[in-house]
């Protein structure tokens, strides 16, 4: 006698529960842990997603630190394949890079330590590890690029300024912003910081192009190094 497909699949109810409680009630009726089991159902099928979600946030601590992991740091969590450390990482580069588009969409100008700011913490939300920022802005104030230039301090990667000059210049930009962050601290900026900003302000200077400012990201806020005068 064969089994329907609800008993060749005891998970296919459940899932179709919680897929018909989101499309009618949003996230918001969802626990953390059933957010990520949701994910879950499009890398894992026909299996009980509920276990990993929870391993996965008593690994991280919380979902927003389970999706902003590394596809290495969530290989190493029992049961996480390639295929679920792709798609939640995925996840949270989309939702961050459609923000980021959002507000160069909203913002003609990024000239203003206000508006910087705001987009690098946007940049830098979840990242737990230090990495520096060159975003090149043309006349307008409008970016031209914005990459990430290296994962580290910015003290070491001031040491090699020639990747940034050259990526200024390929980009025929105007103006440049360094931005970096201090992961799990505050913004202040340290003796380091104020020696790579002269060092780097100084290489651009060369080739005629401005070190507008340079942004410090910490854990609640950020710093313009210009809006503070170092710059001036």
Known sequence: MKRNSQEANPHKGHRENVRRRFMTGGLEVFAPHEILELILFFAIPQKDTNPLAHRLIDTFGSLPRVLSASVEELKAVEGVGERVAVLLTLVFQVG?????????????????????????????????????????????????????????????????????????????????????????????????????????????????????????????????????????
């Open 96 to 232: 961050r890079w459609t923000r980021l588009r959002r507000i160069e969409e909203s913002v003609s100008d990024f000239r203003s330590p206000e508006v910087l700011g705001a987009y690098f913490r946007e940049i830098f939300a979840g990242q737990e590890k230090e990495a520096v920022y060159e975003m090149c802005l043309n006349a307008r104030g409008n970016i031209i690029v914005c990459p990430r230039m290296s994962n580290g301090n910015v003290l070491s990667v001031s040491l090699d300024v020639r990747a940034m000059v050259e990526k200024a210049i390929l980009s025929n930009c105007a103006s440049v912003v360094i931005a970096h962050n201090h992961p799990g601290g505050d913004s202040h900026p340290s003796r380091e910081d104020y020696d790579a900003t002269r060092l780097i302000k100084a290489a651009f200077s060369d080739v005629n192009i401005r070190l507008l400012d340079h942004i410090i990201v910490g854990e609640d806020d950020f710093v313009s190094l210009r809006e503070i005068g170092f710059l001036d």
